[in-house]
Structures are given as C-alpha cells and as structure tokens.
C-alpha cells in the first residue's frame, strides 16, 4: 500500500544532473529540483507528508523534470554552492539551459507547495521576473517582502536592498514578520 501510494506522488529521476538537464531541455520543461540533506527535519517532513500526495504528484509529473538532489554529496556539493544553496530544503526550478529561475524554501503544506510550481512556470512570477519588477521601481510592501524571503538565503546583497526599500515604504507599526526581516 506504501509503494502505490507513493506513486501517486511526485516521480523523481534518477540518474545524473547532466542527464536531468538534458531531458528537460528536450522536452521543453523546467526542471524540479528537490535540495535536501539527510539530517533535515523539513526535508524528511516535505518527504512523508507532500511528495506522496496524488494532487502535487499530478501537478509536478506533469509540468517537471523531478530531481531529488543531496547537497552534502557528489554532484550536489558542486551545485549547492552554483545556485548558493544554504538552506534546507530548498527548491530550484531552473531551465534546460541550466539557469535558475525560480526558488523557494523550507517545509510547506500542499497548497503553497503547489502554487510554488504555478509560480515558476509563469514568467511573470519567477525569480528573475521578480528581480526585475524591483529593479523597475515596484514598491508594494507585500511584494517587497515577499521577494526579500525569495532571496535572503542566496543573494544577501541583493535581498538587503529589498529590506531596505521595504521598511522605507512600509506605512504600519511593525509585525512579527517584520522584526525576523530586521534580524537577517
């Protein structure tokens, strides 16, 4: 029962990087890519609980190439510090040309998890969208928070300038959320 629950859920590849970015580019997908180590809490959680789950598996076989990738071994040490993976779990959406143009983080439930994936195949919602929409002056406190949690863990420089944009425009007395900002 385990096994035939489990493949209803997403279906990772197997095999190399070079070969996942092959077959994504030849089937024009963007590829999935599961950052996890073996110590990770969240990671062992997102395994159990959202994976299996037949509406994510449905979701992600369908528009992904899979890749469950540990980044403490073999080919994952090298990609880690490539798209500046120090988080966990940490999930890549990159093209068939190998860039990176989408990323989120941590545990989250089925949800969120799938609007993730709604927003790496929209262009309009992915990281370099995004970037760009700062860069031309977008000012929404929500949006900027947003974009600061996208990017605090791979481009600190980057994410410190939408930190400071943020509490520049930002109207209301301060929340929870914005003192974790601050502690960054």
């Given amino acids: 029962l385990a096994a ?17 970015l092959a077959k994504a580019k030849k089937e024009n997908k963007l590829i999935f890519v599961d950052a996890f180590t073996d110590w990770c809490g969240p990671c062992k959680m997102m395994v159990k609980n959202i994976f299996p789950l037949k ?5 992600y076989n369908a528009n ?5 990738i540990d980044m403490e071994k073999g080919e994952g040490i090298e990609l880690a510090k490539k798209f ?9 959406f990159i093209n068939g040309d190998g860039e990176e143009v989408h990323r989120t983080i941590g545990y989250v439930e089925e949800k969120d998890f799938l609007q ?3 927003d790496a195949g929209n262009p309009e919602k992915g990281l370099s969208s995004l970037k ?12 900027l928070k947003k974009l600061a949690g996208l990017t605090m863990y791979n481009d600190a420089a980057f994410s410190g300038k939408v930190i400071e944009k943020y509490f520049e425009v930002k109207k209301t007395a301060f929340d929870k959320e914005d003192v974790g900002l601050l502690l960054t």
């Fill in 4 to 20: 035939f629950a489990f493949g209803q859920g997403i279906q990772f590849e197997h095999g190399d990087y070079k070969t996942i």
């Fill in 55 to 59: 509406s994510v598996g449905d979701y």
């Fill in 64 to 68: 992904f190439i899979n890749a469950k």
């Fill in 84 to 92: 500046g993976v120090r988080v966990y779990p940490t999930y890549l």
């Fill in 116 to 118: 993730f994936g709604a």
């Fill in 132 to 143: 760009q929409k700062f860069e031309n002056g977008e000012k929404n406190p929500e949006f």
